[in-house]
């Protein structure tokens, strides 16, 4: 009788324990769009002044191909893995990152992470030890 009691108490902890994890990453997703939001309003309000000043804004002086690259790169993706990554400094598999962000069964989230961890390891942010991505 001690097994199964001792059973359903690591059943119950084990689902508060996923509840709390999925409170978090809400929080965290809810989070990351403030933030987007917020770097979209600053970048908004750069735009204006330099309009202000006389002075074209830097996306207008860029060529097309270069602008796509600097897009891509705003992204809180990377902020938000490199983020998951610095607070981890043993070091992260590709499966707890994903876990983590909670895109874990979302192919293109998977993709996107994966994509993100790519561009950082190339960028020298990131670097892989032992299968562990770990802030560089």
Do not use: C, W
């Not at 987007?36 to 735009?47: H, Q, Y």
């Not at 602008?67 to 990554?85: F, P, W, Y």
Request: aromatic share 2%; glycine share 8%.
């Amino acid at each position: 009788m001690a097994e199964q009691t001792f059973a359903d108490f690591i059943t119950r902890d084990r689902e508060r324990l996923h509840a709390e994890r999925e409170q978090i990453s809400n929080q965290q997703h809810e989070l990351e769009g403030k933030l987007a939001d917020i770097n979209r309003e600053l970048a908004a309000i750069d735009a204006y002044e330099a309009a202000k000043a006389g002075n074209a804004p830097a996306a207008a002086r860029q060529p097309r191909a270069a602008r796509a690259r600097t897009q891509a790169r705003r992204g809180s993706k990377r902020d938000a893995l490199m983020q998951v990554i610095k607070g981890n400094p043993s070091g992260l598999t590709r499966g707890e990152i994903l876990e983590r962000m909670g895109v874990k069964g979302d192919k293109s989230g998977e993709m996107s992470v994966s994509n993100a961890l790519t561009a950082l390891t190339k960028a020298n942010q990131v670097t892989r030890r032992d299968g562990r991505y770990v802030a560089a």
